[in-house]
Each structure stands twice: as structure tokens, then as C-alpha cells.
């Protein structure tokens, strides 16, 4: 029996057997019948995985490389299913298949081991483990096709790993819907959007019936609801807008769709593309191109807008995104129109959507697409909404550089080789006023800069009081040999109201001194409504002056005015105002005296009575109905109503427990309480306090969980702009470094602050951020992630500034990182040159391989610039055990040059008898450029192809290798010889040479000659 019938056949250097082909030989001799039941027999690949086939397996006369492939995920045996054997002969049978995953790629091992089921029991197998150290993914299959990680099923698990959250099991737990069919249509998006979800069902099943099975959307959107079924359970395809993992049940009217549309042949929708404009009188015209104008029709923008009907949202229609504070939000396309529309944010905050702002109807078509730029940068803008660079520098690189030169501890952490210097500032309360007033002499220098609206300026000087209050409520005092928090409790209008009295002070007097100045903050921080309040009064009016007066505590001088008035009584119970209790209390005792006995208070002024109420400690009936913002009326509690050996942290207790019983202004933010701006969206109680609040609850809740800490650092407690985050960033940062609380849980922070930045070409800045993001042990590579997208993206803004470029290195980025993302950036604008060079820097020898083969080396070497090509190939070559087909890539150049080194040597030398071993060696040679050919021709750019104008699509690599096969036949020929019987199989070999057809008739014409002159000798 023939050998070829006996023995399997492996070509391939990367991919083996169990036993191997030579074992398999000797087990044959030894055993004839071997081959045809060979037990347990392993194919596989290196770095891919393997197959292992259960029992005894016939591998007789199989061609290995022809039946078994493997690649990225994803094995496949018999591709060719005409060639395919019946179940259970050949290859076609029961085997454990074992994959590596590239867990760079793929979420985090928890999602990941649920997504690999998932497919698993889609395809048929049995999920057997997974190994998250290794990357190792086993499972059982009962015969074969393709098995693995298809391509969607990749970008679904890569893209879900955020969204999905929810376990499994408590999935598993919930009762499927009564009807056992699809979840009721009344909960989908389409019903929220004021659209019919039956009608849209409708139109979805007879546009995409013939979508994946693992593709399952309800009404052309995710659906709410999530069940498993016990049959079946998919992962869907994240689409544009992130959605996570949906478990839901096939519908039976669903299921026999999807197979008739099959069995009918029906051309499957291969790749959506997205809708540009849609008319609404389309359906009248019959199949037209007037209907639906796709964007393969139109590439260019901008996108004509017909002027015709599209959807359109009233607005009184509920959404998941109306509401008060996202009146200005717009429409994402991507959610509207589903995954048929693959578009939404892109880079530096541009938006591409459907769509009239949400409840602003009559300001576009939701169906027409529109292209905007998010503005993120409001913060560095002047009145006339232009860019000021002073502001810029101000406003982030001069606070960053302030943080970045505090006190840092380091974790580090290692991930695939590369290490990452995460930090975090520390700083003690001793140092934090002087921490403080740097950042107040920031805010100060952007006050000075010409040209700011005034929204800006409130915000800016309302900021300077929030790092008073951080001073104030965190700081810490030096006392003898202890450090204790700087108090200010009782006693205000005495010593203790001087604010930098910095002596020798005794430990329990602290409290009163933060008490005091905490009173001193709230002064400051309502003189200029009480000023203002009072210029608008006339001089007849001098009590309720007296009483603005009050609301801001200016006792010397609302005492002055009552003495100018001759009233001495008034003034010495000013003078006393918020002293002692006992004054108080008498003070209260007379006024229920005199409505005890029956005194006509209608005789009496309303401001003498609100003056007396208020100087009697009863606040609620002084204001009763005057309207008076949070602060002073907080003050009015301390100073007035309260005992002056109230702690702290009570005064603020007591105020947010009236706020609860609705007795007390709500502490509204800055930008409502001090206007409101032009700019200040739409408030409701209930939507934020002032972070100025916040930060009096952190206070009073020291040593207790603070549960409102993301509420605290949102946005809108601090500024109108939503995407505003620069400032609170900095302060949540200080106040953790101090200790004042501690949370892992503020990504939505450090992310909303590295965006900003980012749309500013702050990278480096961004990257800074990213390492202060706290490690998480169920997210251990966030980091690095992030890092790298910001890296790729970016890309163009950071490697073309050297200072930030230095920066990123300086917080010690892996280089390899940038080097990867500068080589795609290079590759996606056509430069392969930089791209090579880039790949090779980052180690992704796999992919500078097929640039140098593909697009570099034939430019470099035909312009005999061999020094470079014996550089590229050198760095290459110490990592060819990684390379695939490298003894027909880059390894031809390495062998020419050794080839042709040795030739020139023996030339030199005249070494008579080397001639028949250099045709030999130059025969081979020969061979493996013609393979070459074969294996690089059809990967070679498309452009190279066209512009050969010539059915055969390798003429660059032609005149490469014919250069080549050139330089060495000449150094052929040029070998000495003393028989003629040599030089004529030295023609043989060059007439094998891959050189062009004129070059090969001349070799030809001299292999004639030489042979004539033979057979004239003979003669």
C-alpha cells in the first residue's frame, strides 16, 4: 500500500499531531492497522489550541492541512462540507476542542465564562471550563463545522463587558411571561416614542427575518424586560448605543419566520446601512430611490435635508430622556432607529443624530441626520462664546500642575507584562488652608481675565467659597504637641470671631473655634445679598433695614443705625443679639405676656414684631413671609435661635432635619439662588442641593457612611454646564486625600472629568486622571484599558506635542502603548513605513511581518536600500517562532543576502568544487521565492493590483524577487568551472528563476550557446 494512503499528511511548521507523523510511522511498522484506529488523536496549532478526537479515530491518507483549520477563536474542520464524511468517520466525529483566547480582547473572566456558555449551547456543544490564567476554553462537540467565538459574538462580549451586570442566576429565577411567547409590546421603547410596537414588530419581521438566530430585538429595539429560556439563551450585539446582555425566550411565530425565510432562499442582509433621510411617501411610490437615501448614495456631507415629515415626538410624550433637566438634550439616532443605525458619539464630543431637540418639536426631523459638536469647553469661553487660551491654561493646567506637585503614594500593578504607577494624593489637615488658598489664587487670576460673562464670574467667585468651606470644615490646628480640628463653636462676637487667630490653644476649645469660623464663612458668603438688598431700601425704612442687617449678622452696624435713630433700647438688645439664652427667653416671655394679656398687636409696626420675634430666638415667625435664601437663613438658626454651645455638626443636623419638614429654604445651587442665570436649566426641589450643603453633611456625618457622595460631585451641584467637571474633580480629590470619606464608586467622575479633557487635547492630562481611578478587584485592567483607547484615539493630538508626549512617558505609560496606537495611526493614514516602524517598537511582530512583506519591502529593496531591509528583517527574525509563513516572508530577504555573501566568498576564492552545491542551493532558493509568490501575491494592496493593469496582481513582488533571482544568477554564471556539464545545470537552475520572460529567453539563448560549443568540442 501506497504511503500517501497510509499516513496522514502535515505541512505546516505551526500546527502538530499526537502522535506525531513520525511517531504514527513507527507504530505503523511496528503495527500494521495502526493509523486506522489511532487512539486519542490531538491536532492543533501553537498558540491557538487543539483538538482532541475521542476514541479511536482513522486518520489514514488525511491531508490535515486541508480538513483542520484554526484561527483567532475559532477552529473549523471540514470547511468544505461536499468533502465532509458521515458522522462519526474520518475527522467528522465526537472531540474535546480546546481554544486559547486572547484575553486582551475579551471582558473581564466573570462576564466572559457566561458569554463562552452561551455560545457554547448556540452551537451545539458542551461548555466543559475555562481557565481566565491561561485563556483556555474546553468544550465537547459531537461532530464538526465551525466551532468558537465567532466574530459578533467578540464585539458583543467586548462591548457588553460595562453593561452587564446583572448575574445570571437571579435571571434564571424570574418567571418567563404567562403567554410563553414575546414580552408584552406595551413596555418596549417604541411605546414610550408614542409609536405602535405592533406596527413596528410588523415592519421588523418583514425587513430583517433573515438576521442571525442569536440576533433578537423587540420592535426594531432592546427590549425591557429580560428572561431566560431553559432551551435557549443569546447574547445580543451591543449596536451603537452599548446595550448589554438580554436572555429572553424565541417566540414560535418567530422561530418558523426565520426558517421559512431560510428555506425560501431569501437574500440575507448582510451589513445595514444607515438611513439618511426617509420619506414618508415613500411607500406610495412603490420601490423607488427616492424613499430611503442610504449613505453609500451619499458619502459626502454635508447631508441634504429634503423638507418632508419624518417622526416626530410631541411633547408632552413621556421618554426614557425627557425631564426637566434634559430639555436640551437631543435625540441619539442610534437609539432611535436601532441597529440598522450604526452611528451616535464620536470623538471630541460630536454627536451625529436624528432628530428636533427632545420636547422642542418643530426644530427638525427626527428622521433627517444631523452632525453637532457637544459643546464641553463652555468653561473656557467669554461672553462672545470664544475660546480664551489664558482661560484654558488657567482653568485646567494650572490646577493640575497644582495637584500633580502635592504628595502622591503609588500602588503599582502589572498586566500582561507591562507595569502601571497608579496614584493617590496625601496630604494631612495641617497643610490642607494652604492647599486651599492656592487653588483660591487659580480661581482668582481667572476673575481677572477681561471678558467673562457674568454666569462665569458667579460661578467662579462662588467657588472661592467652597474652598473656604473646605478649609474650614476639614482643616486642622497645631496645639502644643496634638492636632485637633480648628473649632469655633460659641462666643462669635469676641476673640474667637478673628479668623487667622493662630495662638497656643486649649483642645477643647477647637470646637468653638470652627464654629466660629464656619460663622465667619457664612458672613462672608451673604454680604453682598444682604448689601444688596439694603441699597434698594429708603431711609424711612430703617427696621427692615435693621433686619437685613441681621440675616447677615452686621450687629455694629445695625446697632449704629438704631442709635442713630435715638433708639437706645433697640440698640442694646441689638447689641446682645444671639448671646445668652436668659435674654432671649425674657425676651420671648414678654411678648406671650402681652398677647396674654390681650395687647393689640395691630398697634404695634410688623417689623417691630418681627424684629422682636427674631432678637427672641422664634426664626419661623420672623420670616414667616419673607423670602430669604438658605445661608442666611441657616445663619439666623445658628445665631439666633440656637444655643451658642451648639456643636457643629448639630446647627447642620437640625437645619436638614427642618428641610425634611419643609420649614426651611431648600440650599438650591448657586446658579439658581443667585439669579437664576440665563444659562441655569430647569430646577425642581429635589434635583441637588449646592455643594456648599453637601459638604456641611459630609461634616456632620464624619465616621458615618455618606451615602450622597455621588450626588455631591455630579455636575449640577456646582455649574449649569452638565459636562463641567473640572473643579469638582479637584476637590473631591483633596477632600479624599485628607480622609474625609473614602469611595471606589466615582468612576462616573474621574470619566465625565477625563472626557472633558480629552475633547480639550488634554491627553496627558486625561491619562493623569485615569491613574488616580482607584483599583478595583473586579475590574483589575480598567486602567490599562482606558489608557489605551485614549492612546489609539487620540492619538493625532498627543504624538504631536512633545510635551505631552514626555509627560505621558514621565507617568510611566508602557512605550509600547503609544507605539501601538502611533502604528494604527500611521497604518489608517498609509503610511506603512511608520507603521512598520511602530509595530515593531510595540512587539507585534505578526503585523510588522505583513507590512514589511505587503506594502515596505519591495520599495525599500528595489531602491538598493539593503542596509534598511537587513535592519528590518534582523529585528524580525529573533521573533520568528510568532510569524506565520516566515521561511516564505521575510526570511527570503536573511537567506538572499547569506546566499549571496557566500556565493561572492567562494567567487573570490575560485572554489572549483562548490559550483554544483551553489546550483543547488540556488535551485532551492528559487523555489521558495516562486512560493512566496503564491502566498504574498493575493494580500498585496489593492492599488498595486490595479496599477499593474495586468491579470497577474504581483508585479511589485515580480520585480522584487526578479531582482533578486537576478543578482544571483549573475553571480552564478560568473563562478569559475572546468567541465561544461557544470555550467549547464547552472542554466538549468536559472531558466527555473523567477525572472521576467526577455531576462529568462536570454538565459535561454546562453544555455544554447554554451551547448553548441559542447557538442563543436566533441566533434
Given amino acids: 500500500m501506497a504511503a500517501s494512503t497510509v499516513f496522514p499528511v502535515l505541512r505546516s511548521s505551526e500546527y502538530f499531531a499526537r502522535p506525531s507523523i513520525d511517531e504514527l510511522v513507527e507504530r505503523e511498522v511496528a503495527d500494521p492497522g495502526y493509523c486506522s484506529r489511532v487512539p486519542n488523536f490531538i491536532i492543533g496549532r501553537a498558540g491557538y489550541g487543539q483538538v482532541r478526537f475521542l476514541g479511536d479515530t482513522d486518520v489514514r491518507g488525511i491531508d490535515l492541512n486541508e480538513i483542520v483549520r484554526f484561527e483567532k477563536h475559532y477552529v473549523v474542520v471540514y470547511e468544505d462540507e461536499t468533502c465532509k464524511p458521515l458522522v462519526g468517520h474520518g475527522l467528522n466525529k465526537a472531540a474535546e476542542v480546546s481554544l486559547l483566547l486572547s484575553l486582551k480582547d475579551l471582558p473581564e473572566p466573570s462576564i466572559l465564562v457566561e458569554v463562552l456558555r452561551c455560545s457554547a449551547r448556540k452551537q ?83 425587513m430583517f427575518s433573515n438576521e442571525e438566530e442569536d440576533e433578537y430585538m423587540e420592535d426594531g429595539f432592546p427590549s425591557d424586560e429580560r428572561y431566560v429560556s431553559k432551551e435557549r439563551m443569546n447574547v445580543d450585539s451591543p449596536a451603537s448605543s452599548g446595550k448589554g446582555l438580554r436572555l429572553r425566550p424565541l417566540s414560535p411565530l418567530h422561530m418558523s419566520s426565520q426558517k421559512a425565510g431560510r428555506r425560501s432562499g431569501m ?91 427632545v420636547n422642542n418639536p418643530g426644530t427638525g426631523l427626527s428622521s433627517v441626520i444631523h452632525i453637532e459638536k457637544v459643546a464641553s469647553d463652555k468653561v473656557v469661553r467669554d461672553d462672545k462664546n470664544k475660546i480664551k487660551d489664558d482661560l484654558t491654561e488657567l482653568c485646567f493646567s494650572d490646577p493640575m500642575d497644582l495637584h500633580k506637585s502635592l504628595d502622591h503614594e503609588f500602588l503599582e500593578t502589572e498586566s500582561d507584562s507591562f507595569r502601571l504607577k497608579l496614584q493617590k494624593v496625601m496630604a494631612n489637615r495641617l497643610v490642607l488652608p494652604d492647599i486651599c488658598r492656592s487653588y483660591i489664587d487659580i480661581i482668582e487670576k481667572q476673575l481677572e481675565v477681561s471678558d467673562l460673562s457674568m454666569s462665569t464670574r458667579v460661578l467662579l467667585m462662588h467657588q472661592v467659597t467652597v474652598w473656604e468651606l473646605i478649609r474650614v470644615l476639614f482643616s486642622e490646628r497645631a496645639t502644643g504637641n496634638q492636632l485637633e480640628p480648628v473649632g469655633d463653636d460659641d462666643q462669635e462676637g469676641m476673640v474667637l470671631d478673628k479668623k487667622e487667630g493662630y495662638v497656643d490653644i486649649d483642645p477643647e476649645a477647637l470646637p468653638l473655634f470652627r464654629r466660629a469660623d464656619f460663622s465667619n464663612w457664612l458672613q462672608d458668603s451673604v454680604c453682598h445679598r444682604v448689601q444688596g438688598e439694603v441699597s434698594s431700601l429708603n431711609d424711612a425704612r430703617y427696621l427692615e433695614h435693621i433686619l437685613l442687617l441681621l440675616t447677615g449678622r452686621q450687629l455694629d452696624t445695625a446697632t449704629e443705625i438704631a442709635v442713630s435713630r ?100 431648600y440650599p438650591v445651587p448657586v446658579y439658581i ?39 455631591m460631585f455630579s455636575a449640577f451641584s456646582s455649574s449649569f454646564d452638565p459636562l463641567d467637571y473640572h473643579m ?98 500611521h497604518e489608517y493614514y498609509g503610511d506603512k513605513q511608520g507603521a512598520l516602524e511602530n509595530f515593531i517598537q510595540c512587539g507585534n511582530w505578526k503585523k510588522a511581518h505583513a507590512i514589511f512583506m505587503t506594502s515596505v519591502a519591495h520599495s525599500i529593496f528595489l531602491s538598493s536600500n539593503h542596509q534598511e531591509v537587513w535592519k528590518i528583517t534582523s529585528a524580525l527574525e529573533n521573533h520568528k517562532s510568532e510569524i506565520a509563513d516566515w521561511d516564505l516572508g521575510a526570511g527570503i530577504y536573511i537567506d538572499f543576502y547569506i546566499l549571496k555573501n557566500s556565493m561572492q566568498e567562494r567567487n573570490a576564492m575560485d572554489d572549483l568544487d562548490s559550483l554544483e552545491e551553489i546550483s543547488e542551493s540556488c535551485r532551492s532558493f528559487f523555489g521558495r521565492l516562486n512560493d512566496s509568490l503564491l502566498v504574498w501575491g493575493s494580500k498585496l494592496p489593492v492599488e498595486s493590483r490595479i496599477l ?72
Avoid at 690 to 704: K, R, T
Avoid at 784 to 808: F, N
Avoid at 951 to 956: H, L, N, Q, T
Wanted: aromatic share 10%; with cysteine.
Fill in 673 to 711: 439662588d443667585e439669579g437664576p442665570l440665563d444659562e441655569a436649566p430647569q430646577w425642581s426641589p429635589g434635583d441637588h442641593f449646592d455643594i456648599s450643603f453637601y459638604l456641611m453633611l459630609l461634616h456632620a456625618n464624619q465616621g458615618e457612611k455618606f451615602g450622597l457622595l455621588k450626588t
Fill in 267 to 357: 437574500p440575507v442582509r448582510k451589513e445595514p446601512q444607515a438611513l439618511l433621510e426617509y420619506s414618508m411617501n415613500s411607500s406610495d411610490l412603490g420601490p423607488s430611490t427616492q424613499g430611503i437615501l442610504m449613505s453609500g448614495q451619499n458619502r459626502g456631507f454635508p447631508v441634504s435635508m429634503t423638507k418632508v415629515d419624518g417622526f416626530k415626538l410631541p411633547a408632552d410624550q413621556e421618554t426614557p430622556v425627557a425631564g426637566n433637566m434634559y430639555t436640551n438634550c437631543v435625540v441619539d439616532a442610534a437609539l432611535f432607529m436601532g441597529r440598522s443605525f450604526r452611528v451616535g458619539w464620536g470623538p471630541n464630543g460630536l454627536l451625529v443624530h436624528s432628530g428636533s431637540l
Fill in 728 to 825: 469638582i474633580w479637584l476637590q473631591r480629590s483633596i477632600l479624599e486625600a485628607v480622609g474625609a470619606f473614602s469611595s471606589n464608586d466615582l468612576h462616573l467622575l474621574d470619566l465625565s472629568f477625563v472626557y472633558q479633557l480629552l475633547c480639550l487635547g488634554k491627553c496627558h492630562w486625561a491619562i493623569y486622571v485615569i491613574l488616580h481611578m482607584p483599583y478595583l478587584d473586579d475590574a483589575p485592567y480598567i486602567h490599562e484599558k482606558l489608557i489605551r483607547e485614549v492612546l489609539s484615539q487620540y492619538c493625532e493630538s498627543w504624538s504631536r506635542d512633545d510635551a505631552q508626549r514626555q509627560y505621558i512617558v514621565e507617568l510611566g505609560i508602557p512605550e509600547e502603548w503609544m507605539h501601538e496606537a502611533l502604528a494604527l495611526y
Fill in 566 to 665: 435715638g433708639d437706645v433700647r433697640l440698640a442694646i438688645l441689638l447689641s446682645q443679639a444671639g448671646g445668652s439664652m436668659s435674654n432671649r427667653s425674657d425676651l420671648a416671655q414678654t411678648l406671650d405676656q402681652w398677647k396674654m394679656n390681650g395687647l393689640d398687636f395691630d398697634y404695634i409696626e410688623e417689623d417691630w414684631l418681627k424684629v422682636y420675634r427674631l432678637l427672641a430666638g422664634n426664626v419661623q415667625a420672623a420670616f414667616l413671609d419673607s423670602p430669604i435664601d438658605w445661608k442666611r437663613y441657616l445663619g439666623l438658626i445658628m445665631w439666633y435661635q440656637l444655643s451658642p454651645e451648639t456643636p457643629l455638626d448639630i446647627i447642620i443636623r437640625s437645619y436638614d432635619q427642618l428641610l425634611g419638614e419643609g420649614k426651611v429654604p
Fill in 124 to 206: 451545539g456543544s458542551r461548555f466543559l471550563s475555562f481557565n481566565p490564567v491561561s485563556g483556555k476554553w474546553k468544550f465537547e462537540v459531537d461532530h464538526f463545522s465551525r466551532f468558537g467565538l465567532v466574530d459578533e459574538e467578540e464585539e458583543d462580549a467586548v462591548m457588553d463587558e460595562a453593561a452587564v451586570r446583572q448575574p445570571i442566576t437571579e435571571v434564571r429565577e424570574r418567571d418567563p411571561p404567562s403567554n410563553g411567547h414575546e414580552i408584552e409590546l406595551s413596555h418596549s421603547l417604541p411605546a414610550h416614542l408614542g409609536l405602535d410596537p405592533a406596527k413596528m414588530q410588523e415592519m421588523r419581521m418583514v
Fill in 948 to 1019: 499593474s493593469g495586468l491579470a497577474d496582481s504581483v508585479r511589485y513582488d515580480r520585480a522584487c524577487y526578479s531582482k533578486i533571482a537576478e543578482e544571483l544568477c549573475e553571480l552564478l554564471v560568473d563562478t569559475p568551472s572546468e567541465t561544461l556539464n557544470l555550467p549547464m545545470g547552472c542554466l538549468q537552475t536559472m531558466l527555473n528563476a523567477p525572472v521576467p520572460d526577455e531576462i529568462r529567453s536570454s538565459y535561454l539563448q546562453d544555455a544554447l550557446s554554451v551547448f553548441t560549443e559542447f557538442l563543436c568540442s566533441d566533434s
